[in-house]
């Protein structure tokens, strides 16, 4: 039988999505992920870390051609403490 710490998965809903050229368009998105500490060894998420489970939260946003922001937020537990986690994160990108 598997434990929580031996299996990883995650689940996403996306609306939209923010398109770099196109100034003011804009995407969202929830999600479950639930990442094992021996499932996840190279986690590529911003909020839910390797040995938690969480919902996420997020969106981003084009405010000028070439200039994406994005936020994303997380809340759930720790796998193997117990313990209630939250993390925010936020980044601008921009393309040339």
């Not at 598997?2 to 996306?14: D, R």
């Amino acid at each position: 039988m598997l434990t929580a710490y031996e299996k990883a998965g995650s689940a996403q809903v996306s609306y939209k999505g923010a398109q770099a050229e196109n100034k003011g368009t804009w995407g969202a998105w929830v999600a479950y992920r639930h990442l094992g500490q021996n499932a996840d060894f190279f986690n590529t998420f911003d909020v839910v870390k390797e040995g938690q489970k969480a919902w996420e939260i997020g969106a981003n946003y084009a405010p000028f051609k070439n200039v994406v922001a994005q936020v994303r937020y997380g809340n759930g537990k720790d796998l193997a403490t117990d313990n209630k986690v939250s993390n925010i994160f936020g980044r601008v990108n921009f393309f040339f």
